[in-house]
Structures are given as C-alpha cells and as structure tokens.
C-alpha cells in the first residue's frame, strides 16, 4: 500500500510535470504561431515538445507494468479519478495513523529529491526552449529585414522596369527622328545641290545686278516725287472740292432751291446680331446707291453722310444757314424718314443726354448767340422762341402745357405763317435759349415701339425768332429758324403696339402724306398746291414753296430688313430737291414797323380785343 501511495504521488508528480510542460509547450507554440514568417522553425519546436511529452508518458506507463508484474498484489482496473482518489486518501490516512514519524521520513526525502531532480531537468528544457524561442524571435526579426529589403529591391525593380520601358519608348521615337532626319538630310541635300546650280546662274548674270540697282535708285526716286505730288493734288482736291461744294450750295441758294442732305445711320444691334445684310453704300459725297429686289438704284443729293461721319461734320455745312437767319431770312431745317432711322438724333442729339452728342437744335442755339455777340457794335438784337407739337391733328403748347387753349395756324398773304395763342418766351443767351428747348422737349409724346425703344408718336415744331436793328441805319430784319423733327413713316404690322400706338401711326402717316402730295404738286410746278389739306403743311407752307431757305435731311437704314422704307424716303427726298423757293429777307425800317404795330393794334381792337396799357405806352398812345 505505502508502495502504492508513492506510485500516485509520483505519478502526480509526473501529471503536475506533464502539465507544466505541456502549457510551456503551448505558450511556445502561441508564440511560433505568432510568427507567420517561421513556419519551419515552428514546427521544429512543436516536434521538440512533443517528443518531451511522450517520454514522460512512456516512463508512467512502464512502471505501472512493474507493479502489475510483483507478486501478491492484485491491480485493480481503474474506475474512475474520483474514486480511486478517495479510496487513495482514506488508505493513506489509515496508514500514516499507524506509521511513525520515524518510518516515513526517509521516504518524504526521496520523493522531493526525485521531484527536485525532475524540476531541474524541467527548467533546464525550459531553458532551452526560452534559447531557442530567444533565437528564433531573432531569426524572425532578420526575417523581417530581409523580407523589408526584398520589398524595397523589388520596387527600386519596378522602377527600373520603368525606367526601362520608357528609354525603350524613347529609343523607339529617337529611331523614328533618326529616319525622319535621314529623310529631311537627302532632301536638303538636294535643296542644296539646286540652290548650287541656281547660284552659278546667278553669278552668271551678276553682271546685270549694277544696272538693276541703278535703275531701281531712279524708280525709288520717280516714286517719291510722284508721292509728293499726289499728296499736293489730294490737297489741292480736297480745297477744291470743298470749294465746290460751297459754290454749289450758294448756286442752290440763288436759285432758291431746297437743299437735301442724305444721311446713312449705322447697323444698330438687332441688325447685327440678326446678320442682316447691308443694300444701302455711299457712291461719293453726293451719290448714294441701294441695290433694291430687281436692281440698283442711284440718288444724287447736295451732300451724303456716311455712318462713320459726327454730328460736327454734319453741322458743317449747316452753319451758313444760321447767318441766313440773323440777315433776316427765314430759315427751315427738318428730318424726315421711317421710324428708327435717325431724325431725332440728327435734330437733337441723344434724348437722354443731348449735351453729349448735340445735334443740329443745340448747336444752333449756341452759333446764334455767338454771331449776335460778336456783331454787338453793330447790330442790337432780340430772341424769342416757341415749341407746339402737332399730335393727332392737333397743336399743343410744349412751353404752357397746363393751359388748354386752341392753337390756330394764320397763313397771312405775304407773310410768314403766325400761330395764334402760342406762348413765346424771350432768351438772351444760349443757356437760357437750352433751357427754354430742354423744358419744352420734356413734354414730347414719346412711346416704345418694335421699330424703336423711344420712338417720337408727334412731329415738333422749334421757332426761334430774331429781330436784328441796325445801330447805324436803325433797318430792323425780323428773321425766323424753323427746327422740326417729323415723326417717323411706319407700317402698322412692324410697329406693332395697341389701339392707341395705332391711331397715332395712322395720323402721322396721313400727315406725311399730305406733306408729300404738297411736295409733288410743287416739284411738278402745279398751279394749285394743297397747303390746307393738313395741319402740317399749313405749319410748313413757307418753308416749302414760300420765302423761306430750307434744308431737308432724309435719314435713311442701310439694312436689307428696311429696303422698302428705305427706297421710299430716298424718292420722296429726290422729289423734294427739285422745289423751288423764292427767299426773300424781312427788312424794314423803323417807321414802317411803328406802322405795322399800329394797325396790328387797331385790329385788335375792332374785334374787342383788350390791349395791355404798356404796349399802348410804348407805341406812345394815351389812355
């Protein structure tokens, strides 16, 4: 039995043993497992672990065979850990009850020196196994780098390759010059060989070179002298062709007939981004050509402006008349053609800033008060002035537009025409003359049409009045500057607008057609001419066919969507170039207008007129 307890506690022992080894054994393998890149020596420390195993387990076997073999004992097949273990207890302790300290000692002491033994031999394999792991964590360190180092080789590889494959593509692309190269060689080559030959040729005809230099030194010489001379006769054409057209302005002026200047505006931005096309050309600065549907067409007027040309140069030939007008004649400028075409801003300039861009109006006014200044030690003058407007069949006051009032036309045999009621206001200088226009203009019937974004529905009627006395001769010339801008010709289907825009449209157009019935008969010399037939060409009877000078400009489009408009207002304006005027200048003396005065007075008062006491003052008449 004390045998048997020494064989359980041994084998105990030997299982604690096993145990240890075996958990030493696993935390190797944790840690061999833990190295992905040491699979071989992994798997030499399981080996090793496991031979160490099965050696402990062979020694328990062979000696529970010894045991089995000694004599008188029997050997129980084991039932069960449990119960062999408290069958292995209760022995013992019946034994140790019987046992004396003294016999159990020896027994104690071999058992731990056997334990010591086995735990020494097991550290030591520990130890060993603690070397190997310490090396074999080194060699997977060392495996590491290398494995580092291959990475790194194999992308300085890759980049190699690169390197490779892009210098082949170079190669390829530098043997592809190289041929390109070796082709352009042979051909300048044989560039060269032919400039060789052509270099002897000339060489052969060096000779000849002195003389061509020597008649190309005469020709650059001719040719300068002919440059100078052609600048002196564009000179000389330029004064003489101004020259002419003065004379011929004043041939026009005696012979009393109207002048008609043709002006070409330019494309306007619907025009062009709609790309219309241009029919209307300037020929010369008197001809102007419009190529219709079927034909060109030609038209001769006393000046023609291209679109390039200012409002300066407009007014250039504008400016004489002005005289005209402080001589004592009267004096009418109008513009006439289809809506959109220019007129206003030839009359006046740009509405919204006519300072900017003046046109002919604010131009005169300033020549106006420049020739009376500086004429002032001769010459004593009055200004006045009035603007109606004719809407609808109607005047109206620009300058008294709260007062309602009837505006009658006079159409007094011999005289100029007269309208009744109308408010003048005086001016004595250019400012205050500007000013009177700018407040009358601001009451202009203006509306927004598909032809043009400010179109004038209304003609405007400008009046400026100047009486001039003789300082010396105490002579009075009374003369008169018609400024009027036409409302515009129109169709109704490209107009467009309501009700209103079109009753507007029609009046306008049965106005221009009674000015243009005034314009026929007079051209063709009729004996009765139809001023009456409208308010308008009452308002304008002496600048057409009277006493007056009078200047047309016939503004006109030069795009292909306007050549109906176009061709009409250029044979309305040949019509009005051939009407003839009989200008004559209103002068009188001092008494014969202290006459005039009298008799105006006294038909005022036989139709029960009342005459202010100041004006009877100054006519020297009594209360």
């Known amino acids: 039995e004390e045998e048997e307890e020494e064989e359980v506690g041994a084998n105990e022992g030997e299982e604690?043993?096993?145990?240890?080894?075996?958990?030493?054994?696993?935390?190797?393998?944790?840690?061999?497992?833990?190295?992905?890149?040491?699979?071989?020596?992994?798997?030499?420390?399981?080996?090793?672990?496991?031979?160490?195993?099965?050696?402990?387990?062979?020694?328990?076997?062979?000696?529970?065979?010894?045991?089995?073999?000694?004599?008188?004992?029997?050997?129980?097949?084991?039932?069960?850990?449990?119960?062999?273990?408290?069958?292995?207890?209760?022995?013992?302790?019946?034994?140790?009850?019987?046992?004396?300290?003294?016999?159990?000692?020896?027994?104690?002491?071999?058992?731990?020196?056997?334990?010591?033994?086995?735990?020494?031999?097991?550290?030591?394999?520990?130890?060993?196994?603690?070397?190997?792991?310490?090396?074999?964590?080194?060699?997977?360190?060392?495996?590491?780098?290398?494995?580092?180092?291959?990475?790194?080789?194999?992308?300085?590889?890759?980049?190699?390759?690169?390197?490779?494959?892009?210098?082949?593509?170079?190669?390829?692309?530098?043997?592809?010059?190289?041929?390109?190269?070796?082709?352009?060689?042979?051909?300048?080559?044989?560039?060269?060989?032919?400039?060789?030959?052509?270099?002897?040729?000339?060489?052969?005809?060096?000779?000849?070179?002195?003389?061509?230099?020597?008649?190309?030194?005469?020709?650059?010489?001719?040719?300068?002298?002919?440059?100078?001379?052609?600048?002196?006769?564009?000179?000389?054409?330029?004064?003489?062709?101004?020259?002419?057209?003065?004379?011929?302005?004043?041939?026009?002026?005696?012979?009393?007939?109207?002048?008609?200047?043709?002006?070409?505006?330019p494309m306007s931005r619907r025009e062009l981004e709609g790309q219309q096309g241009v029919v209307v050309t300037p020929v010369d600065d008197f001809t102007v050509s419009i190529m219709g549907k079927h034909s060109e067409k030609e038209f001769e007027f006393d000046n023609v402006f291209q679109f390039n040309c200012t409002q300066e140069q407009v007014y250039e030939d504008t400016h004489n008349l002005i005289q005209s007008t402080l001589d004592g004649y009267n004096v009418c400028i109008f513009a006439y053609g289809q809506t959109g075409s220019g007129k206003t801003f030839t009359m006046i300039g740009d509405e919204n800033k006519p300072m900017q861009y003046p046109g002919i109006a604010p131009r005169a006014f300033r020549d106006i008060f420049n020739l009376i200044e500086a004429n002032a030690q001769q010459v004593e003058c009055k200004v006045s002035c009035y603007m109606v407007e004719l809407y609808r069949d109607n005047l109206y006051d620009l300058l008294d537009p709260g007062v309602e009032k009837k505006l009658e036309v006079h159409m007094r045999p011999g005289k100029s025409i007269e309208i009744k009621n109308v408010k003048i206001e005086k001016a004595n200088n250019s400012d205050e003359l500007m000013e009177i226009f700018e407040r009358g203009s601001s009451g202009r019937r203006t509306k927004e049409t598909n032809m043009n974004s400010s179109s004038s529905r209304s003609h405007l009627i400008i009046a400026v009045m100047i009486e001039s006395k003789n300082l010396a001769t105490n002579k009075v010339l009374s003369g008169k500057l018609s400024l009027v801008d036409l409302a515009g010709s129109e169709r109704a289907a490209r107009v467009g607008g309501d009700a209103d825009t079109l009753a507007e449209g029609n009046s306008i157009n049965q106005s221009l057609s009674a000015l243009g019935n005034v314009i026929n008969d007079l051209s063709t010399n009729q004996s009765h001419i139809p001023y009456r037939a409208n308010l308008l060409t009452k308002v304008m009877k002496d600048s057409l066919g009277g006493d007056s000078k009078t200047l047309m400009f016939v503004n006109v489009s030069p795009a292909d969507s306007n050549t109906t408009e176009t061709l009409s207002s250029l044979e309305y304006a040949k019509r009005v170039k051939q009407v003839t005027n009989k200008a004559k200048k209103n002068e009188k003396s001092e008494d014969s207008e202290t006459v005039d005065n009298l008799m105006n007075i006294i038909l005022r008062l036989r139709k029960g007129e009342e005459v202010p006491q100041e004006e009877l003052a100054e006519m020297g008449i009594e209360e």
Do not use: W
């Open 16 to 265: 604690e043993e096993e145990e240890n080894t075996v958990e030493a054994g696993e935390e190797l393998k944790g840690d061999m497992e833990g190295n992905e890149e040491d699979d071989g020596l992994m798997e030499q420390k399981q080996d090793e672990s496991q031979k160490v195993k099965q050696g402990k387990q062979n020694q328990s076997l062979s000696k529970q065979k010894q045991k089995q073999k000694q004599p008188g004992k029997v050997t129980k097949p084991p039932q069960g850990t449990k119960t062999t273990t408290a069958s292995t207890k209760r022995q013992t302790t019946n034994r140790q009850q019987k046992k004396e300290p003294q016999q159990s000692l020896p027994s104690d002491l071999k058992k731990i020196r056997t334990l010591e033994t086995r735990l020494n031999d097991s550290q030591a394999a520990v130890e060993k196994l603690e070397q190997k792991l310490s090396q074999a964590k080194t060699s997977s360190l060392e495996l590491q780098k290398q494995q580092k180092e291959i990475k790194d080789l194999q992308k300085k590889l890759d980049l190699y390759q690169k390197d490779r494959d892009k210098s082949s593509s170079k190669l390829g692309d530098l043997e592809e010059e190289r041929t390109s190269l070796a082709k352009a060689n042979k051909k300048m080559e044989e560039e060269l060989k032919q400039m060789h030959l052509e270099i002897k040729a000339a060489k052969a005809s060096a000779d000849g070179m002195e003389d061509l230099k020597e008649k190309h030194s005469e020709l650059k010489a001719k040719y300068k002298v002919a440059n100078t001379e052609a600048t002196k006769f564009k000179t000389n054409f330029e004064e003489e062709r101004k020259k002419r057209k003065k004379l011929h302005n004043l041939i026009e002026d005696m012979k009393g007939k109207i002048r008609v200047f043709c002006r070409i505006r």
